[in-house]
């Protein structure tokens, strides 16, 4: 019995969390404790997951002991442990951080009820499509995780969501028939939908076919992963959501799309026959996101923006192929889901701290909230890509890795990449000067309390003088204290350290990266695991 | 492998009638279109487990032609069931769009609308600077600008 035989837990726990919470529907706090402690739990097992697999091993789980190709197999290698245990982690955060939101408003029973049960079949969906072993039971993952994000989108049902909701479910449905329609086609040809297996298989189709195979599963998981042209469902329907389902939505959802066309691309089709396509695709992703980035006036619908403006490096990564290339796209995964959800978390904060995230609406936050700019600050240069955050090192890798690539296309690509950057810093500076800088009167449409606040704490400063210049802070960090519980100050605190975390462990995690690169680039120790060779 | 071609004519009709209600702004429609689409790839996936009329039994010894794969049959069933929890689920949100909106159709994102509407002059960004915004004082102590601090 090996320890990685439990593996399976990581999906059977949260259901049956899901299953208790739904119970616990009436008792609060009975249900708080049932979620929390599952997702710890969870967590548990999935670092000890990781830590097994640590040296780039892949281990195989036949469930119910029917051998592949026939039975359901899962995997647990170094990636789909890496991204458990990041996309848990994640969740853990922003659950206490929805949890400290919903104790600070006195959460009533009726529909919000439904929060955890939904957000733990969530985590479950994410956690099957991480560890399927075949093409049916990623869908079925797919499937499961969307399910529970119709719920969480539309929570409230009200007229915004419903409508953002629409969308949103419409373009899953059409981005699950597609793929199911990828399954028929790849089980008619081959016979087989079990990943290990295909591998071996798919190489003897002829190329039409296999192009046919490969395209169709790559639109699919283009628009769970919102590459342009396919992504932009994502900033209509993600903003609308309550402050911690974006935030879980921004760092789970679209990575599992990413996480999906890593696999296509290295274990069943690769050779990188598409590779120029989605270089031009990832350049557009890129650029296009940013551009729409900068047109926004609201932080939420900016932050959307971003977040599919920075899958385009991925795809980017993935299409230069190669170990370093893909090493990097692995490690540039877990800096974005760490850093957009901590900067929707953010949002969420300012929402709750201003009564807006418009940026039009709001000023003077850096002298009102000094706790909230930090926050806001570590994860937006992050983001930007400024060193030496993790956002430096994994673009750096990426970068890196297309230089030495050396086609033509590929500098171009190298270019996009780098204006993109440098666009990115600048939608996060303006956000910076326009919601934290200015005074709040200055604002376009000022906010009438936060310009009676920041007169207050102007006065608080001038009345303290140079002797007691902190008499001010005092006042603006009681003002802060009253509006955000500190449940919610504290569960963003805590994944913006989780972010410098993999800048300061870069070089163990990095290694990390390489290794699993290698192992995903040479496939054996996937399809010989699988199908026991 | 033979294929059965009227199948897969029915599911090209099938498939492309789906698309076309999806791409309806009434949500009724693009409900019907959902179904259409879910029972479309269905029978796609029926087609690829050989050829109809027998049974997906299997004893050792039998030919490849003698009986038909079970696990197209297993997939369908496990999509048909996806296929009804999402029906059922945007039937329930239609219902709410009705009741709060009492229209069947879908309105245009406001923040698009707003964007759209924008112009290239920002006010903010593009406007001359009118004062001296600094926070230093001069030579007498006195602050150069006139400000609430």
Redesign the interface.
């Known amino acids: 019995m090996n320890f990685l035989d439990l593996a399976p837990l990581a999906v059977v726990l949260p259901i049956i969390g899901a299953g208790a919470a739904f119970l616990a529907r009436r008792q609060v706090k009975l249900q708080r404790l049932i979620t929390i402690g599952i997702l710890c739990l969870t967590l548990i097992l999935e670092a000890g997951m990781l830590a097994a697999v640590w040296g780039g091993e892949s281990y195989a789980i036949h469930i119910g002991g029917w051998e592949s190709p026939f039975g359901i197999a899962l995997m647990v290698d170094g990636f789909s442990s890496f991204m458990l245990l990041i996309s848990t982690l994640v969740s853990l955060a922003v659950l206490f951080f929805a949890t400290s939101q919903g104790l600070a408003d006195g959460d009533e029973p009726g529909p919000v009820s439904v929060f955890h049960p939904a957000y733990l079949i969530l985590l479950a969906g994410v956690s099957n499509a991480f560890l399927a072993a075949d093409l049916?039971n990623l869908y079925?993952g797919f499937?499961i995780l969307l399910?529970a994000s119709?719920?969480l989108l539309?929570l409230g049902?009200?007229?915004?969501r419903?409508?953002?909701?629409?969308?949103y479910?419409?373009v899953s449905?059409?981005s699950?028939?597609i793929f199911?329609?990828a399954?028929?086609?790849t089980?008619?040809a081959t016979?087989t939908?079990n990943m290990a297996d295909l591998a071996v298989k798919l190489p003897e189709l002829d190329q039409g076919p296999q192009l046919i195979l490969h395209v169709l599963l790559l639109i699919a998981f283009g628009i769970k992963a919102a590459v342009f042209p396919l992504s932009l469902w994502l900033p209509?329907s993600y903003?609308t959501a309550p402050a911690p389902v974006t935030a879980v939505f921004a760092g789970l959802l679209t990575k599992v799309g990413v996480y999906a066309i890593v696999r296509t691309e290295t274990l069943l089709f690769p050779g990188g026959i598409v590779s120029a396509g989605l270089l031009v695709v990832a350049a557009l992703t890129m650029v296009i996101g940013i551009l729409g980035a900068l047109?926004?006036?609201?932080f939420k619908?900016m932050l959307s923006f971003t977040l599919t403006s920075h899958i385009g490096y991925l795809i980017f990564g993935v299409a230069v192929g190669g170990p370093l290339a893909i090493a990097a796209t692995i490690y540039y995964v877990g800096h974005h889901i760490i850093v957009q959800t901590s900067l929707f978390m953010v949002a969420g904060l300012i929402e709750r701290r201003a009564g807006s995230s418009n940026v039009t609406k709001l000023g003077s936050l850096a002298k009102l909230s000094p706790a909230l700019s930090l926050l806001f600050f570590i994860p937006a240069i992050n983001l930007g890509g400024i060193p030496p955050f993790s956002g430096f090192l994994g673009k750096f890798g990426l970068l890196h890795a297309a230089v030495q690539d050396g086609d033509p296309l590929t500098w171009v690509v190298v270019g996009a990449g780098l204006l993109t950057s440098l666009l990115t810093l600048l939608a996060i500076i303006r956000v910076w000067a326009?919601i934290f800088w200015r005074?709040a009167?200055d604002a376009?449409v000022p906010n009438q309390e936060l310009v009676d606040e920041?007169?207050q704490v102007?006065a608080e400063?001038?009345a303290g003088g140079a002797q007691n210049p902190a008499l001010g802070l005092k006042l603006a960090r009681e003002l802060e204290a009253q509006s955000l519980p500190w449940g919610m100050r504290y569960a963003t605190g805590s994944l913006v350290v989780a972010g410098m975390a993999l800048t300061i462990f870069a070089g163990p995690i990095f290694d990390f990266c390489e290794r699993v690169a290698a192992e995903l680039i040479a496939r054996d120790s996937y399809i010989n695991a699988i199908l026991s060779l | 492998?033979s294929v059965n071609i009227t199948f897969l004519v029915i599911t090209g009709v099938l498939l492309a009638a789906?698309?076309y209600l999806?791409l309806e702004r009434t949500?009724t429609r693009?409900l019907l279109g959902?179904m259409l689409?879910?029972n479309g790839?269905n029978l796609?996936?029926l087609?690829?487990g050989g050829r109809r009329g027998v049974a997906p039994l299997f004893q050792s010894g039998l030919a490849a032609d003698e009986y038909s794969?079970p696990?197209?049959q297993a997939?369908i069933l496990?999509?048909i069931v996806?296929t009804f929890?999402?029906t059922a689920?945007?039937l329930a949100?239609i219902y709410?769009?009705w009741t709060?909106?009492s229209a069947d159709e879908?309105?245009d994102?406001?923040?698009?609308i707003?964007?759209s509407q924008?112009t290239a002059y920002d006010?903010?960004e593009d406007s001359p600077v009118a004062e001296d915004t600094t926070e230093f004082v001069d030579e007498e102590g006195r602050p150069v600008r006139e400000g609430?601090?």
């Open positions: 049916f079925v499937e399910t119709y719920v539309t049902g009200t007229a915004e419903i409508r953002a909701g629409t969308t479910v419409v449905v059409v699950s028939v199911l329609m399954i028929a086609m089980y008619a016979g939908v209509d903003p047109a926004q006036t609201d619908r326009r005074r009167a376009e920041a007169a102007a400063t001038a | 492998m789906g698309f999806v949500l693009v959902i689409l879910g790839i796609l996936i087609t690829s794969d696990l197209p997939l496990t999509a996806i929890a999402v689920f945007l949100m709410r769009s709060l909106t879908l309105a994102d406001t923040e698009d707003k964007v924008k006010e903010e609430e601090e």
